[in-house]
């Protein structure tokens, strides 16, 4: 048996019985606002497919030229613009290219073109990764997330693609956790 709720706009909700002998259950939680189902959580991964040398003692938007999955077409041009007001868990890192010898680095997201929360800062050469995470509110119309770096010392470049056993070097990963 199925049981179709129709919605006055032409669409309709079909509830089906499972086809098994047991008893399911499946509780609806009490909740006012919009009801967060898989189709419209936006989550991404993005990484640095190339290395790119990073400018002495200035702030380097990162170039994330690839991505693992982007679920709601929300991340372009090494940014992600979600369309979905709440907020998102995003996370962040950069590797140095071998040989480099920062004397600093910093990781850092920018929201809407600012500095907007430092990930790591590191002022020890023999860090090789720099990575972070932070909790971000953005409103799903015009707030934006990037993922930054500044360093400081000689040879300054950052790692793209991936090291064999390590997984990928550079990178920015996001996924909303709640809705506003």
Do not use: H
Not at 151 to 164: D, E, M, R
């Amino acid at each position: 048996m199925s049981i179709v709720l129709q919605s006055t706009g032409g669409g309709s909700v079909t509830l089906q019985e499972p086809s098994t002998a047991s008893n399911v259950t499946v509780t609806i939680p009490a909740a006012t606002g919009t009801v967060m189902v898989s189709g419209n959580m936006p989550a991404f991964f993005a990484y640095a497919s190339v290395d790119q040398s990073i400018t002495a003692a200035t702030f380097t938007k990162v170039t994330l030229g690839a991505e693992g999955f982007d679920t709601n077409n929300n991340f372009a041009s090494s940014t992600f613009t979600p369309t979905v007001a709440g907020y998102y868990q995003i996370s962040g890192g950069v590797s140095n290219l071998g040989g480099n010898t920062p004397t600093r680095v910093i990781v850092a997201l920018f929201k809407n073109g600012s500095g907007w929360v430092s990930l790591g800062d590191y002022t020890n050469s023999s860090t090789y990764r720099t990575y972070g995470s932070a909790l971000i509110y953005c409103n799903g119309t015009t707030d934006y997330i990037e993922l930054y770096t500044y360093f400081t010392g000689s040879s300054l470049a950052i790692q793209g693609g991936s090291s064999t056993g390590v997984g990928y070097n550079t990178y920015m990963t996001g996924s909303l956790v709640r809705v506003a």
